[in-house]
């Protein structure tokens, strides 16, 4: 395809997308025109309760306890997949337990129980809201990271053995390079998710979260603040995405390419 033919065919589609948005706000506001605003507001009427909630502390104090609880939920999920995962990889005995028997499990099981569970099993607070959005993330990082382990190339393990004795060096040389862009689809996913479950997390005892700032704007019938709440979500994910993981994903593109 010619650049002219591609740069025509990315600009048609950013014109349809842009289509689909306005037409999307469109309907959204004749739809709102014929309804209270406590059951749908206004486009308008939510970009201005948003830009009023942005510029107050309590508002980015909330976008930063969801924020946290993501970020350490990622991070333990990560961990602990990744360690099943290595389990499943290198000890024959216990791969077909994790394999066959736990990931099932562990994908199957509703996200409102383990939610219900943490409410039982641990004490009110920041823990059952960690504790569940970490249990719903860990299968997504178990699978993928099998998967990455399982596709490593033998031979350049192999000649990155023959070519130093210390293993620290070929992980970091070879391994870690060739799991990279495994972590970097696994992180885009995860993050996404994280983000879709933290709100429902919160809803069960946080009290802090964007998610308990929605629960109390509907308990008020505050409609304009549950869809500005939602609608910082998707700012904040969007920018997360452009600025950060993309670029990671860009980064190790080539060598899975290559690969």
């Known amino acids: 395809m010619k ?18 948005i306005a037409l999307a706000l469109l309907v959204w506001w004749l739809t709102a025109r014929g309804m209270p605003e406590f059951v749908l507001p206004t486009p308008l009427r939510v970009g201005t309760v948003l830009l009023q909630l942005s510029v107050e502390q309590e508002f980015l104090q909330h976008i930063a306890a969801s924020t946290g609880r993501i970020l350490a939920s990622m991070a333990l999920a990560f961990a602990t997949g990744t360690a099943l995962a290595a389990i499943a990889r290198f000890l024959p005995l216990w791969s077909d337990v994790i394999d066959r028997r736990l990931i099932p499990v562990l994908n199957s099981f509703p996200s409102v129980g383990w939610a219900m569970l943490a409410l039982v099993w641990l004490p009110p607070g920041e823990a059952p809201v960690l504790f569940t959005e970490t249990m719903i993330l860990v299968p997504f990082c178990t699978v993928i990271m099998l998967q990455a382990l399982r596709d490593m190339d033998a031979e350049l393990l ?9 293993r620290w060096r070929v992980a970091a040389r070879v391994v870690v390079p060739m799991l990279m862009p495994y972590v970097a689809a696994l992180l885009k996913i995860i993050y996404g998710v994280g983000w879709k479950i933290a709100t429902i997390a919160e809803l069960f005892g946080a009290e802090t979260g964007l998610g308990a700032l929605m629960q109390r704007a509907q308990q008020s019938s505050d409609s304009a603040t549950v869809f500005a709440s939602a609608f910082a979500i998707v700012i904040i994910f969007t920018l997360s995405e452009k ?4 670029p990671l994903a860009r980064r190790f593109r080539p060598y899975q390419e290559k690969t």
């Open 3 to 20: 650049p002219s033919d591609s740069r025509a065919t990315a600009l048609i589609g950013r014109l349809i997308g842009d289509g689909f």
């Open 158 to 166: 192999e000649m990155g053995r023959s070519l130093s004795r210390s």
């Open 243 to 246: 600025l950060l993981i993309d």
